[in-house]
């Protein structure tokens, strides 16, 4: 199994800055892609930004005020979130593809328990 815990949220005003962590850790043989998604209230969850070997991906509501980035030596993601507005409020998930073993026919998703974030105006 694969656990992420996460952490880094909480309040700000609009305008500022905060960073999100989510660390992995249990059976791990590779990472495919590491991500964030976010779930606002009645809405649905969205993808927010992820990163793969290949790059980096935002949906076009944060490019410009967020970065993703990973330590591989850690299995961590970071989320530097800047120039926050009230509409980033949202509860924020790690999201996670990976081979838990060499013989693992293929990889799964796991997720984080989330953690929130509220942006005052």
């Known amino acids: 199994q694969v656990q992420l815990v996460e952490s880094g949220g909480g309040l700000v005003q609009a305008g500022g800055s905060l960073r999100l962590s989510c660390a992995a850790s249990g059976s791990i043989f590779s990472i495919n892609a590491m991500g964030w998604y976010r779930q606002a209230p009645g809405k649905q969850r969205e993808l927010v930004a992820v990163i793969t070997k290949g790059g980096t991906n935002y949906t076009d509501s944060v490019k410009g005020r967020f970065t993703i980035s990973r330590d591989n030596s850690k299995n961590t993601v970071y989320l530097q979130m800047n120039s926050l507005k009230p509409e980033d409020t949202a509860v924020y998930y790690c999201?996670?593809?990976?081979?838990?073993?060499?013989?693992?026919?293929?990889?799964?998703?796991?997720w984080g328990q989330g953690t929130q974030v509220t942006v005052s105006s």
């Open positions: 999201y996670v593809d990976a081979k838990p073993f060499l013989w693992s026919s293929g990889s799964y998703g796991y």
